[in-house]
């Protein structure tokens, strides 16, 4: 810029040259603009240089911003387009659905029709009344109730006087506490866009004037009184082989109806049999067992029809152990039964006594006999050790029976009540038939015997393997060869010892007719392998494949106990008792319950048929007595160890929120307030009342208004700010510890008006007699609750 300066100065010299002494020629003029120039490049290319960087610095932030602001501008009319296209679909799938809805609706559209109309009704008066029909219509239709023409409003009308129900096409009119004005013509009316239908039913209210009217209404009367229980049914206590009788009550005759009794035990319906009655008489259903057995106890329920479906109550029948014979011997087996039966060979099984006499069960011994026989035979030497055995030796065809006893180092026990009578047969008969169904009803069958009569010596049998491994025997099982041939097969069964190779012959003198078969007396831990050859007439077949390696001796082990006993207050003489079941996947045959007076030693067993459920309630205790309990698991092993014992409890009454009061009535009455009394609830809920809490209602309006928040100590109480000429009814609850109990039936209807006479009110109070002189009682009278308007002189005695 110097050099641009210096040259701007010459230049004005130079045109100025008149003015100052010295002067310059153009020469030089040129030689120092040429100077500048050279002097000048460098500088303006850095200039440039520079600016160039700066602009392209620029440029590319520029650009960045712009791409980023691309590519969001993309996403966000992509993810638009994707939302319009969506609410298009949906409108369209919205659009479709209603237009195939008004499709089918215009398809399906009907006029009402009553499928099952109103019928006629006669009630006795303060009877409630439940008139019903049954409508298709589609869609559903507007249901209109009338009453001698004029529409039903269960607004304008007491409230609780009338409940309309439209349920499914189930349409009900339900009319509570019929008065004579309830006699009328009843109709229905059901409209829709289709069309009306109308049903019409008269309800007949009747009034019981006596038998002095001439008119004897007590038959119509009993007609319609539907029995309900007496007394509900109270736990029964009994012993095995003497019998008992199980017994309900009904508060009045049964109809023909209700005269289809059935009972259950444990869920499972019981038949008349031979040591089993079932009888109904003079209001008493009974059952009768003419010899119990252990097989006997548990859940017995009684269930009678009724107008909604049945009624049904439910307790424990106890069967207690038979006297043993020897002091100390354990208590019979009991629930045995029958499995996998064959042409010569079945498994027992049995569920271990609750009861071991006190000490520890050895085994069982096993008899059987033909059905029909008393000649019993006993079917093992040596007791087995758990409750699942063999019976090997049968006869093909025969009928059998039968029974185990248990046994510990004190003495044998009684007999177990007798099996289910069992048939050995042929389980693969049926499989070797095949049936073929020709010309209406005929069939032809085919043996696979005759068909398979070319093969003489047998082939060996197949799928050798061990099917049940205990400490006291190992159950072998195998399929038979295939084809198998006409003639009968034999099996021979041979062991061998692992590690050696000499194979043993096991039932050389006892050929086997069934694939089963069981090893007793092995040798414990040692392990074995079988195998089997099968026999018949022409020879004997070549050995079967190896089993399997099976190591003799596996004891069984017995479940773990039950944890968590808790047991809770129940009734006076009875305890609740809970626990959690067993964990892991494991399966008890049933539970054990055992119970202990505080300060004693002995248990007694409560159940001695094991239950299956993880709560009891244990009756027959002792009021006001300390106990504690504990539960064992039952298996095939038999019995668990005890559960730890719950805590120690006294037997009282738990405690429960009580029942309704009762029995209200007007003790006085002013312009604007009434004095009501009522009696205490029948069941106090094992705990002293605490006080009330009363309702009110005006028939004039629908809804009830409580009288007090705090509750009242006493049973009467005087109801304020009514209104002179209304009619009022009450309810009330009553209070404990355990909270509020459960709402009374609203009281008579009283209207409120002044009396003009004051007179003491109703003497509620307790009397009580005590003899003074032989035929002279004299009574003992307390308090009024309530002494009325105005004092009083006498107080008359009634007898």
């Known amino acids: 810029m110097k050099l641009w300066n210096l040259v701007w100065i010459l230049l004005c010299a130079s045109v100025s040259g008149s003015e100052e002494e010295e002067t310059f020629s153009l020469s030089d003029l040129s030689i120092a603009s040429a100077l500048a120039l050279t002097s000048e490049i460098p500088q303006r290319r850095e200039a440039a240089i520079l600016e160039l960087e700066q602009r392209g610095q620029k440029r590319i932030l520029f650009g960045n911003d712009m791409e980023k602001l691309e590519e969001e501008v993309i996403r966000i009319c992509r993810l638009l387009r994707v939302r319009a296209d969506r609410r298009a679909l949906r409108r369209k799938a919205v659009e479709k659905a209603r237009a195939e809805k008004e499709y089918i609706e215009l398809r399906s559209g009907r006029p009402p029709m009553f499928w099952i109309p109103l019928r006629v009704h006669a009630v006795w008066e303060k009877m409630e009344v439940k008139l019903a029909c049954t409508v298709l219509a589609s869609p559903p239709p507007q249901v209109t109730w009338y009453k001698n023409g004029v529409r039903i409003d269960p607004r304008l009308a007491p409230a609780g006087k009338y409940k309309i129900k439209n349920k499914f096409g189930m349409l009900t009119l339900h009319i509570s506490r019929c008065s004579m004005e309830d006699s009328a013509e009843y109709s229905v009316e059901v409209k829709n866009q289709y069309g009306e239908a109308y049903s019409f039913a008269t309800v007949l209210v009747r009034k019981y004037y006596g038998m002095e009217s001439g008119f004897d209404s007590e038959i119509y009367r009993s007609e319609s009184i539907i029995a309900d229980f007496a007394f509900p049914l109270k736990p029964l206590f009994s012993r095995e082989k003497e019998p008992f009788t199980l017994s309900c009550y009904f508060s009045s005759d049964l109809l023909e109806h209700q005269r289809d009794i059935t009972w259950f035990r444990d869920g499972e319906l019981l038949q008349n049999s031979e040591c089993r009655e079932l009888k109904y008489q003079d209001r008493e259903a009974s059952l009768t067992v003419s010899c119990a057995y252990k097989e006997d106890e548990g859940f017995y329920t009684i269930r009678v029809p009724s107008l909604d479906g049945y009624k049904e109550q439910t307790t424990y029948v106890f069967v207690k152990d038979a006297a043993a014979e020897t002091a100390g011997a354990p208590g019979s087996p009991l629930n045995l039964k029958c499995h996998d039966v064959n042409k010569d060979c079945l498994i027992l099984s049995w569920v271990a006594p609750s009861d071991n006499g006190g000490s520890p069960i050895l085994g069982y011994y096993i008899e059987r006999c033909v059905a029909g026989s008393e000649d019993w035979v006993p079917c093992n030497d040596k007791p087995v050790k758990t409750c699942r055995c063999p019976v090997l030796g ?41 049936v073929i169904p020709y010309d209406e009803g005929r069939t032809i069958e085919i043996f696979k015997d005759d068909l398979e009569g070319h093969i003489k010596i047998p082939l060996p049998p197949t799928n050798v393997h061990a099917s049940e491994v205990r400490e006291d025997y190992v159950a072998l099982a195998w399929d038979e060869p295939d084809p198998r041939g006409r003639e009968p097969l034999n099996y021979y069964v041979e062991k061998l010892i692992v590690g050696s190779n000499s194979w043993q012959m096991v039932n050389l003198d006892m050929p086997v007719n069934s694939p089963r078969f069981a090893l007793f007396d092995l040798v414990k831990g040692k392990s074995y392998c079988f195998r089997v050859r099968s026999a018949n007439k022409y020879g004997i077949s070549e050995p079967s494949l190896p089993s399997e390696p099976v190591t003799a001796g596996a004891k069984l082990a017995t479940l773990p106990p039950p944890s968590q006993v808790l047991a809770f207050r129940d009734t006076r003489t009875s305890v609740v008792l809970q626990w959690d079941k067993l964990k892991d996947g494991l399966e008890p045959l049933g539970y054990y319950i055992y119970c202990r007076e505080t300060g004693t030693e002995e248990w007694q067993t409560v159940n001695n048929k094991p239950v299956t459920c993880n709560e009891f309630t244990v009756p027959g205790l002792q009021p006001g007595k300390e106990y504690v309990f504990c539960v064992k698991s039952v298996n095939e092993a038999g019995l668990s160890e005890s559960s730890p014992e719950t805590d120690p409890i006294v037997v009282r009454p738990a405690i429960a929120c009580p029942s309704a009061p009762h029995g209200f009535v007007l003790l006085n009455c002013g312009k604007a307030d009434m004095t009501i009394g009522w009696k205490a609830p029948k069941r106090k809920g094992g705990t002293k009342i605490l006080g009330y809490f009363l309702d009110q209602h005006d028939t004039s309006e629908l809804d009830w208004h409580e009288v007090n928040i705090q509750p009242i100590p006493q049973r009467v109480y005087t109801v304020s700010n009514l209104e002179e000429g209304h009619v009022y009814e009450f309810r009330a609850r009553a209070m404990n510890m355990a909270g509020v109990g459960e709402v009374s039936e609203p009281s008579d209807l009283f209207k409120c008006e002044e009396w003009t ?27 009024d609750l309530y002494k009325g308007g105005s004092q009083y002189r006498k107080a008359h005695k009634h007898f």
């Open 757 to 783: 006479m004051p007179e003491p009110g109703i003497s509620h109070v307790k009397t009580t007699g005590r003899k003074i002189l032989p035929g002279i009682l004299g009574l003992l009278k307390t308090t």
């Open 394 to 434: 049968l006869a093909e065809g025969q009928t059998y029976q039968f029974r185990v006893k248990a046994v510990n180092k004190e003495g044998i026990s009684h007999p177990s009540k007798t099996s289910d009578p069992v048939t050995t047969y042929d389980p693969s008969k049926d499989k070797r038939v095949t």
